[in-house]
C-alpha cells in the first residue's frame, strides 16, 4: 500500500508539471504574443497621430518603417501560437492590418493634396480611426483566445487533482481494512500534507485567475486611456504657444497640462500592476534602503509632525533590486502617516529571523515599518491587499497590491501586524544572504 501511495503522488506530481509546463507555454508565448502586438500597434499609431499632426516626412518615414516591421512580425507569429482558434484570429489581425496600412496611406495621400494643410479628409481620417479600432479589438480577442486556452489547461489541473483525491481515499479504505492504527500513521505522515498542498494550489490556481483577468482589464484600459491622451497632449502643446506666460489662459494650459500627468501616473500604476517588471536583483547592506527612505522622507513628514525614525539594526546582507524595494518602503511609510494624520512616530528597523518561505524554512531579513497610528479596521483588514479596494478619496486601490508583488518576486513575503488605536507594523520578508 505504500508503494501504491508512492507511485500514485508520483505519478500526479509528473502530470501537474506537464501542466505547469504547457502552462508556461502558453503565458510565455500566446499571451505575450497578444500583448506585444497591442503595444507595437499602439507605438505604430502613435507615429501616425505625430505624422498627422507636424505633418514632418520624416514622421511619415518613422510610420512606414515600424508598420514594415510589425508587419514582418505577424508573419512570424504563427507557429508560435498553440491553439488554432489563435492561429484563425491572427490570419484576421494580418489581412485587418493590410486594410490598416492602406488606410493610413490614403491619409496621407489626403494630406499631401489637400489644399487646406491643417485639415486633412474627415473621411479618410475616421477609416484611419476605424481600421485602428478593428485591429485592437482583434488584439484583444487574441488574448481572449489565450485566455480559453489558459482555462482548459486549468480545467485539466483540475481533473488531475480530483483524480489524485479518488486514488488516495481508495487507498485509505483499503488501509483500514489492514488496522486502524495503520491507516492513522499513514494519514498523519504522508496524505494530510499532501491535503494541505492541493488546497494551497486550488487557491492559488484561482487567485492566479483572477489577478489574471484583472491584468488584462487594467491593460485594455490603459491602452484605452494613453491614445486619447496622447492626442490630448500634442493638442495642448500646440494651444500653449498661443497664450502668452502670465495670462488667464496659460494658467488653465498649465492645469490641464498638470492634471493629464496625473492621469498618466494612475495608467503607469494599472500597467505596472498588470505587467510588473522582474527585479534586478544585487546584494546589498539590509538597512541600506531604510537609510534612503529615512534621508528621502523624513522631512516631508515633518511637516506634520511626525517623526521618520531609523533604529539601529544587526548587519546584514539581502539580494534585492534597491529601487522596487524601495518603492515598497516609501508605499508602507506614506500609508503609515496617512494612519496617523499628524503628530506620531513611524520607525524603520531590520531585524534576522527564520520563516518558511517559498524555498522552505530559511533564514530571513524582515524589513519592519512600524507607526502609532490608529490600525487598520477588521472590515478594512480583510480586504487590505485586493486590488482596486481603498478607503483613499484619489487612491487607486493597486499600492498594496503592487508591494505584495514585488516582494513575492523577491522571494519573500509581505506580512503585518495590527491593533486598533496601537498603530501597525508591516515587514517586508526576504532571505537572507549568508556570505
Not at 500609508?335 to 520563516?355: C, E, K, V, W
Request: hydrophobic share 40%; proline share 5%; net charge neutral.
Amino acid at each position: 500500500m505504500g508503494v501504491l501511495i508512492v507511485l500514485t503522488t508520483l505519478n500526479s506530481q509528473r502530470q501537474a508539471t506537464e501542466l505547469r509546463t504547457r502552462l508556461s507555454q502558453v503565458d510565455s508565448e500566446s499571451f505575450g504574443i497578444a500583448e506585444h502586438f497591442k503595444d507595437a500597434l499602439r507605438e505604430v499609431t502613435d507615429k501616425m497621430l505625430r505624422y498627422r499632426t507636424v505633418r514632418d516626412p520624416v514622421a511619415w518615414e518613422e510610420f512606414l518603417q515600424a508598420s514594415h516591421e510589425l508587419d514582418l512580425w505577424i508573419e512570424q507569429q504563427a507557429p508560435k501560437l498553440t491553439t488554432q482558434h489563435e492561429k484563425d484570429v491572427l490570419k484576421q489581425i494580418d489581412s485587418a492590418y493590410d486594410h490598416y496600412v492602406r488606410s493610413a496611406q490614403d491619409l496621407h495621400a489626403r494630406i499631401q493634396s489637400s489644399g487646406n494643410p491643417s485639415a486633412p479628409s474627415p473621411d479618410s481620417t475616421a477609416l484611419f480611426a476605424q481600421s485602428r479600432r478593428r485591429l485592437f479589438d482583434l488584439g484583444q480577442a487574441l488574448g481572449k483566445a489565450h485566455y480559453e486556452s489558459r482555462n482548459l489547461l486549468l480545467s485539466q489541473a483540475n481533473q488531475t487533482l480530483t483524480h489524485l483525491r479518488r486514488l488516495v481515499l481508495g487507498s485509505l479504505c483499503l488501509l483500514f481494512l489492514f488496522g486502524v492504527a495503520l491507516a492513522a500513521v499513514v494519514y498523519r505522515d504522508m496524505i494530510a500534507p499532501l491535503r494541505v498542498k492541493l488546497v494551497e494550489s486550488q487557491s492559488l490556481a484561482e487567485r492566479h485567475e483572477k489577478l489574471a483577468s484583472l491584468g488584462m482589464l487594467a491593460a485594455g484600459v490603459a491602452h484605452e486611456i494613453r491614445n486619447p491622451l496622447t492626442a490630448i497632449k500634442a493638442a495642448l502643446f500646440i494651444q500653449q504657444k498661443k497664450f502668452p506666460p502670465g495670462s488667464l489662459e496659460h494658467a488653465d494650459v498649465k492645469l490641464v497640462e498638470r492634471e493629464i500627468l496625473r492621469l498618466e501616473r494612475i495608467v503607469n500604476d494599472f500597467l505596472q500592476f498588470a505587467r510588473p517588471t522582474d527585479p534586478d536583483l544585487t546584494t546589498v547592506p539590509a538597512d541600506l534602503p531604510l537609510q534612503e527612505v529615512q534621508l528621502l522622507l523624513a522631512s516631508p513628514l515633518a511637516e506634520a509632525n511626525i517623526r521618520l525614525v531609523l533604529e539601529a539594526s544587526p548587519p546584514a546582507r539581502i539580494k534585492v533590486d534597491p529601487a522596487q524595494i524601495k518603492q515598497v518602503l516609501i508605499n508602507l511609510v506614506q500609508n503609515a502617516a496617512d494612519s496617523i494624520g499628524r503628530d506620531g512616530t513611524i520607525t524603520l528597523r531590520s531585524r534576522h529571523g527564520t520563516q518558511s518561505l517559498s524555498n522552505g524554512q530559511t533564514d530571513v531579513v524582515i524589513l519592519e515599518v512600524a507607526d502609532t497610528g490608529e490600525g487598520i479596521p477588521p472590515e478594512v483588514e480583510r480586504r487590505l491587499f485586493d486590488p482596486f479596494f481603498t478607503t483613499k478619496e484619489n487612491g487607486t486601490g493597486l499600492g498594496l497590491s503592487i508591494a505584495a508583488r514585488i516582494v513575492q518576486k523577491h522571494g519573500g513575503a509581505l506580512q503585518y501586524q495590527t491593533k486598533l488605536s496601537h498603530g501597525t507594523t508591516f515587514g517586508i520578508v526576504l532571505p537572507r544572504v549568508i556570505a
